[in-house]
Protein backbone atom coordinates (compact mmCIF):
# COMPACT_ATOMS: atom_id res chain seq x y z
CA UNK A 1 0.00 0.00 0.00
CA UNK A 2 0.91 3.32 -0.50
CA UNK A 3 2.24 5.97 2.31
CA UNK A 4 3.41 9.21 2.93
CA UNK A 5 5.37 10.28 5.65
CA UNK A 6 5.57 14.08 6.95
CA UNK A 7 7.86 13.68 10.05
CA UNK A 8 7.73 17.10 11.58
CA UNK A 9 3.97 18.58 12.70
CA UNK A 10 5.05 22.14 12.80
CA UNK A 11 8.24 23.61 11.14
CA UNK A 12 8.73 27.19 12.34
CA UNK A 13 11.31 29.95 10.40
CA UNK A 14 12.22 33.55 11.05
CA UNK A 15 11.17 35.76 7.24
CA UNK A 16 13.92 35.52 4.90
CA UNK A 17 15.22 32.35 5.72
CA UNK A 18 15.02 29.49 3.47
CA UNK A 19 12.20 26.65 4.33
CA UNK A 20 12.59 22.91 4.14
CA UNK A 21 9.17 21.07 4.93
CA UNK A 22 9.86 17.39 4.46
CA UNK A 23 8.16 14.41 3.11
CA UNK A 24 9.26 10.82 2.18
CA UNK A 25 7.19 7.75 1.00
CA UNK A 26 6.61 4.49 0.10
CA UNK A 27 5.25 2.77 -2.87
CA UNK A 28 4.83 -0.15 -4.97
CA UNK A 29 5.77 0.88 -8.40
CA UNK A 30 6.69 4.55 -9.97
CA UNK A 31 5.74 7.26 -7.77
CA UNK A 32 3.84 10.51 -8.26
CA UNK A 33 3.94 13.13 -5.72
CA UNK A 34 2.40 16.34 -4.62
CA UNK A 35 2.31 19.12 -2.65
CA UNK A 36 -0.72 21.38 -0.89
CA UNK A 37 -1.20 24.07 0.93
CA UNK A 38 -4.01 24.45 2.85
CA UNK A 39 -4.60 28.24 4.59
CA UNK A 40 -7.20 28.58 7.36
CA UNK A 41 -10.77 28.00 6.57
CA UNK A 42 -9.73 26.95 2.86
CA UNK A 43 -9.72 24.41 0.35
CA UNK A 44 -6.25 22.37 -0.54
CA UNK A 45 -4.05 24.47 -3.10
CA UNK A 46 -2.00 22.94 -5.23
CA UNK A 47 1.87 23.86 -5.52
CA UNK A 48 3.58 21.46 -7.29
CA UNK A 49 4.12 18.12 -8.41
CA UNK A 50 6.77 15.41 -10.04
CA UNK A 51 5.79 12.81 -12.06
CA UNK A 52 9.16 12.50 -13.76
CA UNK A 53 12.71 13.91 -15.35
CA UNK A 54 14.24 16.34 -13.54
CA UNK A 55 14.42 15.95 -9.67
CA UNK A 56 14.54 19.34 -8.73
CA UNK A 57 10.55 20.96 -9.70
CA UNK A 58 9.59 24.43 -9.76
CA UNK A 59 5.97 25.64 -7.77
CA UNK A 60 3.89 28.49 -7.68
CA UNK A 61 4.72 31.26 -5.14
CA UNK A 62 8.78 30.41 -5.04
CA UNK A 63 8.53 26.91 -4.01
CA UNK A 64 10.08 23.79 -5.44
CA UNK A 65 10.84 20.19 -4.27
CA UNK A 66 13.20 17.87 -5.09
CA UNK A 67 12.84 14.07 -5.75
CA UNK A 68 15.11 11.96 -4.18
CA UNK A 69 14.73 8.38 -5.39
CA UNK A 70 17.18 6.61 -3.11
CA UNK A 71 15.87 8.14 0.12
CA UNK A 72 12.22 8.19 -1.42
CA UNK A 73 11.81 11.79 -0.23
CA UNK A 74 9.82 14.98 -1.97
CA UNK A 75 11.09 17.52 0.41
CA UNK A 76 9.51 21.35 -0.25
CA UNK A 77 11.72 23.93 0.01
CA UNK A 78 11.72 27.82 -0.28
CA UNK A 79 14.93 30.38 -0.78
CA UNK A 80 13.22 32.86 1.44
CA UNK A 81 10.01 32.31 3.69
CA UNK A 82 7.69 35.12 3.77
CA UNK A 83 5.25 35.48 6.35
CA UNK A 84 2.02 34.72 3.79
CA UNK A 85 3.74 31.42 3.82
CA UNK A 86 2.38 30.10 7.25
CA UNK A 87 -0.17 27.44 6.34
CA UNK A 88 -0.83 23.68 6.41
CA UNK A 89 1.28 21.95 3.91
CA UNK A 90 0.40 18.50 2.47
CA UNK A 91 2.42 15.89 0.71
CA UNK A 92 0.55 13.26 -1.15
CA UNK A 93 1.48 10.27 -3.60
CA UNK A 94 -0.34 8.16 -6.47
CA UNK A 95 1.46 5.22 -7.57
CA UNK A 96 1.76 3.82 -11.30
CA UNK A 97 0.35 0.74 -9.62
CA UNK A 98 -2.56 2.01 -8.98
CA UNK A 99 -5.91 0.42 -11.10
CA UNK A 100 -9.12 -0.40 -10.46
CA UNK A 101 -10.26 0.84 -6.86
CA UNK A 102 -7.11 2.37 -6.31
CA UNK A 103 -7.19 4.44 -9.19
CA UNK A 104 -7.57 8.50 -8.70
CA UNK A 105 -7.04 8.02 -5.19
CA UNK A 106 -3.85 10.42 -3.56
CA UNK A 107 -2.93 9.02 -0.56
CA UNK A 108 -1.76 12.47 1.83
CA UNK A 109 0.89 12.83 4.70
CA UNK A 110 -0.86 14.07 7.87
CA UNK A 111 0.43 17.40 7.47
CA UNK A 112 3.00 19.89 8.46
CA UNK A 113 1.84 23.61 10.09
CA UNK A 114 4.73 26.11 8.41
CA UNK A 115 4.28 29.54 11.19
CA UNK A 116 6.63 32.15 9.56
CA UNK A 117 7.29 34.58 12.18
CA UNK A 118 8.41 38.64 11.50
CA UNK B 1 -9.35 28.92 -14.65
CA UNK B 2 -8.61 26.93 -12.16
CA UNK B 3 -11.34 27.63 -9.84
CA UNK B 4 -13.94 24.60 -8.54
CA UNK B 5 -16.70 26.17 -6.44
CA UNK B 6 -18.86 25.20 -3.65
CA UNK B 7 -21.82 26.32 -2.24
CA UNK B 8 -22.93 26.74 0.55
CA UNK B 9 -19.88 27.74 2.49
CA UNK B 10 -21.40 26.94 5.81
CA UNK B 11 -24.41 24.89 6.50
CA UNK B 12 -25.80 23.98 9.96
CA UNK B 13 -28.74 21.30 10.07
CA UNK B 14 -30.48 19.18 12.66
CA UNK B 15 -29.70 15.65 12.71
CA UNK B 16 -33.54 14.61 10.77
CA UNK B 17 -32.82 17.23 8.20
CA UNK B 18 -31.96 16.75 4.65
CA UNK B 19 -29.66 18.92 2.79
CA UNK B 20 -27.72 19.14 -0.65
CA UNK B 21 -23.93 20.12 -1.20
CA UNK B 22 -23.07 21.02 -4.14
CA UNK B 23 -19.90 21.42 -6.15
CA UNK B 24 -19.21 23.01 -9.94
CA UNK B 25 -15.89 23.42 -12.39
CA UNK B 26 -15.95 24.67 -15.64
CA UNK B 27 -12.12 23.26 -16.46
CA UNK B 28 -13.57 20.27 -18.55
CA UNK B 29 -12.64 17.91 -16.01
CA UNK B 30 -14.15 14.37 -16.23
CA UNK B 31 -13.38 13.34 -12.61
CA UNK B 32 -14.92 15.21 -9.74
CA UNK B 33 -14.52 13.67 -5.69
CA UNK B 34 -15.48 14.56 -2.40
CA UNK B 35 -13.37 14.61 0.48
CA UNK B 36 -14.33 15.17 4.32
CA UNK B 37 -11.65 16.96 6.66
CA UNK B 38 -11.33 17.36 10.03
CA UNK B 39 -9.67 20.49 11.46
CA UNK B 40 -5.74 19.99 11.24
CA UNK B 41 -5.98 16.68 9.60
CA UNK B 42 -5.55 15.81 6.13
CA UNK B 43 -8.62 15.40 3.68
CA UNK B 44 -10.80 11.46 3.58
CA UNK B 45 -11.42 10.59 0.56
CA UNK B 46 -15.64 9.77 0.28
CA UNK B 47 -16.23 9.39 -3.31
CA UNK B 48 -15.15 9.48 -6.96
CA UNK B 49 -16.76 9.76 -9.95
CA UNK B 50 -14.97 9.40 -13.32
CA UNK B 51 -16.78 10.26 -16.58
CA UNK B 52 -19.88 10.93 -14.26
CA UNK B 53 -20.02 7.50 -13.01
CA UNK B 54 -19.10 6.28 -9.44
CA UNK B 55 -15.54 5.47 -9.72
CA UNK B 56 -15.28 4.69 -5.89
CA UNK B 57 -17.32 4.59 -2.61
CA UNK B 58 -14.84 4.49 0.46
CA UNK B 59 -17.53 2.74 2.42
CA UNK B 60 -19.11 6.07 3.41
CA UNK B 61 -22.81 5.55 5.54
CA UNK B 62 -25.80 5.56 3.38
CA UNK B 63 -26.73 9.08 5.00
CA UNK B 64 -24.45 10.66 2.64
CA UNK B 65 -25.72 10.33 -0.75
CA UNK B 66 -23.32 11.43 -3.99
CA UNK B 67 -24.84 12.42 -7.21
CA UNK B 68 -22.97 13.54 -10.61
CA UNK B 69 -26.13 15.45 -12.96
CA UNK B 70 -23.36 15.94 -15.68
CA UNK B 71 -19.53 16.54 -16.12
CA UNK B 72 -19.19 20.12 -14.55
CA UNK B 73 -21.71 19.26 -11.40
CA UNK B 74 -21.65 17.14 -8.00
CA UNK B 75 -24.03 17.19 -5.39
CA UNK B 76 -23.54 15.18 -1.76
CA UNK B 77 -27.09 14.64 -0.50
CA UNK B 78 -27.23 14.57 3.56
CA UNK B 79 -29.89 12.73 5.57
CA UNK B 80 -29.80 11.96 9.24
CA UNK B 81 -26.54 13.10 9.90
CA UNK B 82 -24.73 12.54 13.21
CA UNK B 83 -22.72 15.04 15.17
CA UNK B 84 -19.59 13.78 14.40
CA UNK B 85 -20.32 14.06 10.49
CA UNK B 86 -19.80 17.99 11.15
CA UNK B 87 -16.18 18.76 9.24
CA UNK B 88 -15.20 20.65 6.12
CA UNK B 89 -16.53 18.74 2.88
CA UNK B 90 -14.28 19.44 0.50
CA UNK B 91 -14.86 18.97 -3.69
CA UNK B 92 -12.41 18.32 -6.19
CA UNK B 93 -11.93 17.80 -9.90
CA UNK B 94 -9.26 16.77 -12.15
CA UNK B 95 -8.64 15.62 -15.83
CA UNK B 96 -9.22 12.50 -15.40
CA UNK B 97 -7.95 9.46 -13.05
CA UNK B 98 -4.68 9.25 -14.40
CA UNK B 99 -2.31 9.25 -11.35
CA UNK B 100 -0.73 11.95 -12.32
CA UNK B 101 -3.07 14.37 -12.68
CA UNK B 102 -3.36 16.90 -9.77
CA UNK B 103 -6.47 17.74 -8.52
CA UNK B 104 -7.71 21.43 -7.87
CA UNK B 105 -9.96 21.43 -4.85
CA UNK B 106 -12.82 24.08 -3.55
CA UNK B 107 -13.08 26.32 -1.01
CA UNK B 108 -15.42 23.79 0.94
CA UNK B 109 -18.60 23.75 3.02
CA UNK B 110 -18.34 23.84 7.01
CA UNK B 111 -21.10 21.64 7.98
CA UNK B 112 -22.47 21.75 11.82
CA UNK B 113 -25.09 18.68 12.36
CA UNK B 114 -26.50 20.21 15.83
Known amino acids: AQSVAQPEDQVNVAEGNPLTVKCTYSVSGNPYLFWYVQYPNRGLQFLLK??????LVKGSYGFEAEFNKSQTSFHLKKPSALVSDSALYFCAVSSSFDRGSTLGRLYFGRGTQLTVWP | DTEVTQTPKHLVMGMTNKKSLKCEQHMGHRAMYWYKQKAKKPPELMFV???????INESVPSRFSPECPNSSLLNLHLHALQPEDSALYLCASSQGLAQSYEQYFGPGTRLTVT
Open chain 1, 50 to 55: YITGDN
Open chain 2, 49 to 55: YSYEKLS
